[in-house]
């Protein structure tokens, strides 16, 4: 390993791509393990998702005081969340607090964007390369580069025909405004569902252009109550204990029973008392709920009956209750007053599904059936080419000029334990395909990762190792055992078009990228192979 202060930046010990939770952490990490690190980014701040997804309304739906550090108890000490769900302007100021805090801004090189990378067998380093022709070499490559950070690319007919403005949510200008205007949205998944009620209130028409119709949760959020965030820091080290003892990396009071155990009227009541207390606790309601198709079905009538009791026009509401997938086979949405926007006057539904959407026009779109709906904005909330898709944008050579693109073009993202590829050395992946990440509080798998990676790095520091790479067998494995616990669940289930196993996309190899069995079953198996010595992967 090189030491600490390198002459020049361009050669480090490790080379971090992205500055989000991951990258932050990486980086603090790793510096006080006494390596070179160096963190690219993209954007113009840190914080990653937090920092380009500034729609109005975007939220997180786990609870602030979770989805944090719990790394450093002053952090968690001093740091003043104000509502039960913290909002994106909150979840950034606290990243760039944390930058400035730790003094990571140093050891980051921000607007600027990782092209390719390849593989050095001599020097058993990679070779970076970034957009403005700067090159890094580093022993170690760590792409923390998020799994929803790049858009699906848009899939949408005659859109350059459209005259008007088109926004995009995952890069929301900061002096849009929308105040009079008629918008279009397109889109109605989790992000669609935060920015739609959002934007009701200050537009003069709003058209949702629906084409697969979700559940969605009401979050109810609100100002943490006097003494509430108090209480929590006065107990937050056994508080991150028990959130990282579930399987979700957040703690749920879920309910051991299961729901077709129970009569009718306990089911109802327990579903009515969870959906008064909102947010994704709502699926603790019982315990079979992704396991038993009976069960699934009865959550589902529950919300539809809830979906047919708010909105107003029935027509409407029968447009907006899905019936063609499993409630959680989609990433469930968790919004406010979804439903209830429909009710307004300025607001109005477009189904797509029954009436395709032929062509963009000057003024508008058309629909298969000749109907015209005319807008002067247009917003984008149309997805993620999630997991693979940051990594696919690289020119990512491994051994022999393996080029990940190609593999995982075929393929699909296979890895050994979600952190590495067969044929890469030394390149890990943090909180992305193959691990619980998106089916977690995302902040608990990154830490769970991030302290994995610093052991293993310290390991082969201690026993002089230089490279790491997944075994070819156990990646195959690894794989299938993933595909197969989703397969023990409804998750894959449905006509649902989840991104989840790259279905949103035309032509993404099909696989189910999460890891289902949650974040304890998959700190055993971490904890398994690296006490047998690292099993599962070739450390030379
Ligand atoms: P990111 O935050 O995605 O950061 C990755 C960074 O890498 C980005 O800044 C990107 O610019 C950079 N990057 C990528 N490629 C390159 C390149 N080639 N060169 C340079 N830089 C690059 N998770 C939850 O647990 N709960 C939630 O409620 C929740 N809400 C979400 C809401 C939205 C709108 C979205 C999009 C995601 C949400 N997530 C949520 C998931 C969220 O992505 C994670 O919780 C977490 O923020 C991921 O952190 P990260 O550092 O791994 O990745
Ligand atoms: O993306 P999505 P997202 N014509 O893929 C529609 C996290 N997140 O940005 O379903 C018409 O879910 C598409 O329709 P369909 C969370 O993990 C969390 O909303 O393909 N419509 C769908 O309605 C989430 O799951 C929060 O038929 C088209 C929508 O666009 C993930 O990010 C908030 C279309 C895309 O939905 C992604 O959410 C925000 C087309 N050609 C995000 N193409 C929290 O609150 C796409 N669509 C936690």
């Known amino acids: 390993m090189t030491s600490r202060s390198v002459d020049s930046a361009a050669e480090v010990d490790v080379l971090v791509v992205g500055a989000g939770f991951s990258g932050l952490h990486l980086l603090h990490r790793l510096r006080e393990d006494g390596y070179s690190v160096r963190v690219l980014e993209s954007a113009p701040e840190v914080g990653g998702t937090w920092y380009w997804n500034r729609y109005p309304g975007a939220r997180c739906d786990v609870e602030s005081v979770d989805y944090s550090y719990s790394w450093d108890d002053d952090l968690q000490q001093e740091w003043e969340w104000t509502e039960k769900y913290p909002a994106q302007r909150d979840i950034l100021a606290y990243l760039s607090h944390v930058a400035d805090r730790f003094d990571l801004r140093k050891d980051i090189e921000l607007e ?137 990396g957040v703690f749920r009071s879920d309910n051991p029973k299961n729901a077709m155990e129970v009569d009718a009227a306990e089911r109802q009541a327990t579903f009515q008392e969870r959906w008064e207390g909102g947010g994704i606790n709502f ?176 390991e082969m520091r201690a026993r002089g190792l230089r490279t790491i790479e997944a075994e070819p067998e156990a990646q195959e494995k690894w794989v299938e055992h993933v595909e197969e616990v989703a397969h023990m669940t409804l998750w894959p289930n449905g006509d649902s078009g989840s991104w989840y196993r790259g279905a949103n996309i035309a032509g993404k190899p099909q696989l189910f990228m999460p890891y289902a069995a949650g974040v304890v079953e998959y700190g055993n198996a971490l904890e398994r192979s690296a006490k047998s010595g690292y099993a599962g992967f070739v450390l030379a």
Not at 195 to 212: F, I, K, M, N, Y
Not at 305 to 319: N, T
Not at 347 to 366: C, H, I, K, M, Y
Not at 378 to 407: P, Q
């Open 112 to 248: 600027t964007t990782v092209t390719g990378a390849t593989w050095d067998e001599s020097a058993s380093r990679w070779a970076v390369r970034t957009e403005d022709g700067r090159e890094y070499t580093a022993q170690f490559l760590v792409m923390a580069v998020g799994c929803l950070s790049v858009p699906k690319e848009v899939d949408l007919p005659g859109l350059e025909h459209f005259g008007g403005q088109i926004l995009r949510t995952w890069n929301w200008p900061e002096d849009a405004e929308l105040t009079g205007r008629d918008v279009c949205v397109i889109g109605t998944g989790s992000t669609g569902a935060q920015v739609v009620p959002a934007l009701a209130e200050v537009v003069r028409r709003l058209t949702v252009v629906q084409r697969t119709p979700n559940f969605v949760i009401p979050t109810r959020n609100r100002p943490l109550a006097e003494g509430e965030l108090e209480a929590v820091k006065a107990e937050y080290p056994e508080r991150r204990r028990r959130n990282a003892g579930h399987s979700a």
């Open 283 to 458: 699926l603790g309601s019982f315990a079979d709920l992704m396991f038993d198709q009976a069960a699934n079905d009865a959550i589902c009538s529950f919300v539809r009956e809830k979906i047919g009791e708010i909105v107003e026009d029935q027509k409407v509401a029968d447009l907006l209750k899905p019936d063609s997938y499993p409630l959680g086979a989609k990433r469930p949405v968790v919004a406010t007053d979804y439903y209830e926007t429909f009710n307004r006057p300025n607001v109005s539904l477009v189904d797509v599904r029954a009436n395709p959407l032929e062509a963009f026009t000057e003024s508008g779109l058309a629909l298969a059936n000749g109907e015209q709906h005319d807008f002067d904005t247009l917003v984008l909330a149309t997805g993620f080419d999630a997991f693979t898709g940051a990594f696919t944008k690289m020119e990512i050579r491994g051994r022999d000029g393996l080029l990940l693109r190609d593999v995982w073009q075929e393929e699909g993202p296979k890895t050994f334990l979600g952190l590495s590829s067969a044929g890469f050395p030394n390149m890990l992946m943090p909180a992305n395909a193959g691990s619980p990440s998106v089916l977690s509080n995302m902040v608990t798998s990154i830490e769970q990762h991030v302290s994995w990676i610093a052991d293993l790095l310290a």
